[in-house]
């Protein structure tokens, strides 16, 4: 399979069930913030995490990318032969208890911080903004079922709670806005 196919040149996708669209129209926005997010997270496990960090960030990188695809697939034609992008309210549950797990390391937050500190915890927080506007390109989409919305929410947090992580095991204290 050859990377080119040159049916886009002219501005134009094609979506899994085979519909053409403007690569303007916001399901591809919607998949593409999806794509950048996980690059983002792509790129903060290349600046070196605890080993913890990273092999969770490796799992939701699987679920970004089967987010990416059933966001790509609106007839939903792929779901029942291509199991490995169910993604289901379990996968938000997980999330939160990643989220409570990784909040016991940590102090009570009072005030706004101000994201920064160690090099992988800045881009945890880079991952975290394109997270959310992932979130809300997929919410101007409509179309979209709840518990993708309820992913990337939680995910956003999760990303915000392990910058924290990051830089308390690392020793950087935050800066409080």
């Known amino acids: 399979m050859k990377i080119y196919t040159r049916t886009g040149d002219g501005g134009a996708t094609t979506l899994f069930d085979g519909t053409r669209i403007a690569k303007s129209d916001l399901r591809v926005e919607a998949y593409g913030e999806v794509d950048e997010a996980n690059a983002t997270i792509g790129a903060a496990r290349a600046e070196g995490l605890p080993p913890d960090i990273d092999e969770l960030l490796d799992h939701?990188?699987?679920?970004?990318?089967?987010?990416?695809?059933?966001?790509?697939?609106?007839?939903?034609?792929?779901?029942?032969?291509?199991?490995?992008?169910?993604?289901?309210?379990?996968?938000?549950?997980?999330?939160?208890?990643?989220?409570?797990?990784?909040?016991?390391?940590?102090?009570?937050?009072?005030?706004?911080?101000?994201?920064?500190?160690?090099?992988?915890?800045?881009?945890?927080?880079?991952?975290?903004?394109?997270?959310?506007?992932?979130?809300?390109?997929?919410?101007?989409?409509?179309?979209?079922?709840?518990?993708?919305?309820?992913?990337?929410?939680?995910l956003s947090d999760l990303l915000f709670v392990l910058t924290r992580v990051v830089n308390r095991r690392a020793g950087v204290a935050e800066v409080e806005w």
């Open 60 to 154: 939701v990188q699987r679920e970004l990318f089967a987010l990416g695809s059933r966001l790509a697939d609106p007839a939903a034609r792929i779901a029942d032969r291509v199991t490995k992008i169910a993604l289901g309210p379990e996968d938000v549950t997980r999330l939160e208890t990643w989220i409570d797990k990784y909040e016991q390391e940590l102090p009570l937050l009072r005030r706004f911080i101000l994201p920064g500190g160690t090099r992988a915890a800045a881009a945890l927080h880079l991952a975290r903004t394109v997270c959310r506007r992932a979130e809300r390109r997929m919410v101007a989409l409509v179309a979209v079922e709840v518990e993708y919305l309820a992913y990337m929410n939680r």
